[in-house]
Nanobody, 126 residues
Framework: QVSPVESGGGLVQAGGSLRLSCEAS????????MGWFRQAPGKEREFVAG????????FYADSVKGRFTISRENGKNAAYLEMNNLQPEDTAVYYCAADTGRRNGVRTVGYAYDYWGQGTQVTVSS
């Protein structure tokens, strides 16, 4: 059992930055892939970024590449999403999720992830 909890969302102007955090209690945090997804109103949930068990390998959606950075601190059971140059189209509820079936090889489909947080709202004003 893994229980991710997100924090750090909020309201920011276009061009601004936010850092999301995800703390995951339960199963050994350093043994699985962590991912970030988002869902905007009226849209399907989409993959944002994922990171392997050690933090050595990350994968990003094209829409955020170069602006967002995913990282993790296994000693703190935490993953992070640093978001820079935010745009109104980044407005969404952001979820962190655990893919406990994988140590490496970030998957981009939501059904691969077996534990999800409740989400944190990110709103970017123009």
């Amino acid at each position: 059992q893994v229980s991710p909890v997100e924090s750090g969302g909020g309201l920011v102007q276009a061009g601004g930055s936010l850092r999301l955090s995800c703390e995951a209690s339960g199963r050994i945090f350093s043994s699985y892939v962590m991912g970030w997804f988002r869902q905007a109103p009226g849209k399907e949930r989409e993959f944002v970024a994922g990171i392997n068990y050690s933090g050595a390998s990350a994968f990003y959606a094209d829409s955020v590449k170069g602006r967002f950075t995913i990282s993790r601190e296994n000693g703190k059971n935490a993953a992070y999403l640093e978001m820079n140059n935010l745009q109104p189209e980044d407005t969404a509820v952001y979820y962190c999720a655990a893919d406990t079936g994988r140590r490496n090889g970030v998957r981009t489909v939501g059904y691969a992830y077996d534990y999800w947080g409740q989400g944190t709202q990110v709103t970017v004003s123009s």
